[in-house]
Structure formats: C-alpha cells, structure tokens
C-alpha cells in the first residue's frame, strides 16, 4: 500500500516538475526578449540601434587630433613704450 502511494506520489512530482520546467523554459525565452522592442529601456536601443536619455552616447575623440595652438595675447603698453635694450638709450650707452 505504501509502495503504491510512494509511486503515485511520485509520478504526481514528476508531472509537475515537468510542466514547470516546460513553462520555465518558454519564459527563459522570453526574458531573453523583455524590453528588446521598447524604446525606452536600455535594451530597445541597443536593438533600435538609436542612443538617448537612457543609454547616452559617448563623445567621440580623436586620437589623431592636435590641441589648438595657443593665442598670443597683446599686452597694453603704454603708449610710445619700448622694452629695455631697445631704443635710442640703449645704443646711446654702448657707444
């Protein structure tokens, strides 16, 4: 009796566990599907190929590219100014 009760207990397991596993395998599926088709989500723009607020593309950089050259700035001398060493001052001395 016991062994007849152990058997159906056991096929009733073996039932269940196989439609759970059935079901889970289809949902395994399509989870690997979830959010492909939805814009929105990480994983719709990978599959739209579009870039946005949720998945924000990176700036591009080139390797290859020179930083701009430093502007000289003029300096506001005053006016009739000459640096030391040159001018009529200068020559003078030496002579």
């Given amino acids: 009796m016991q062994r007849v009760a152990a058997a159906s207990l056991t096929a009733a397991l073996r039932r269940a566990w196989q439609s759970f596993a059935s079901s889970s395998s289809a949902t395994l599926s399509e989870s690997l599907w979830l959010g492909t088709r939805d814009s929105r989500t990480r994983r719709g723009k990978i599959f739209k190929g579009s870039n946005g607020k949720s998945r924000p593309r990176k ?11 430093p502007q000289q700035i003029p300096i506001p001398y005053p006016p009739g100014w000459q640096p030391a060493g040159i001018g009529s001052g200068a020559a003078a001395a030496l002579t």
């Fill in 59 to 69: 700036a591009a950089v080139n390797p290859w590219a020179r930083p701009p050259a």
